[in-house]
């Protein structure tokens, strides 16, 4: 299994956050149409951006416990 760095975790889960509340945003202002998948698509992006920061902050918290100052 390939190590995938904290950081890359973390950007990866803010992408996909932003993405979670800019699909909503573009569906209110009507510039994209509602549909369902677009819909369940926005909320597991916003979701699973949210885990993976979580997650992501854990592994950079285990990588740096100690190395401080």
């Keep these: ?34 549909t369902f998948f677009l819909n369940f698509f926005a909320y597991g992006a916003s979701v699973a951006g ?6 992501g902050l854990a592994y950079y918290a285990h990588e740096h416990k100690g190395k401080r100052r």
């Excluded at 950081?7 to 509602?34: C, D, E, H, K, M």
């Excluded at 949210?50 to 997650?55: D, F, N, P, T």
């Design 50 to 55: 949210l885990v993976l920061g979580v997650v």
């Design 1 to 34: 299994m390939i190590p995938i760095p904290s950081w890359t975790l973390l950007l990866l889960g803010f992408i996909l956050v932003l993405l979670g509340a800019a699909i909503p945003w573009l569906i209110v202002l009507q510039i994209i149409p509602s």
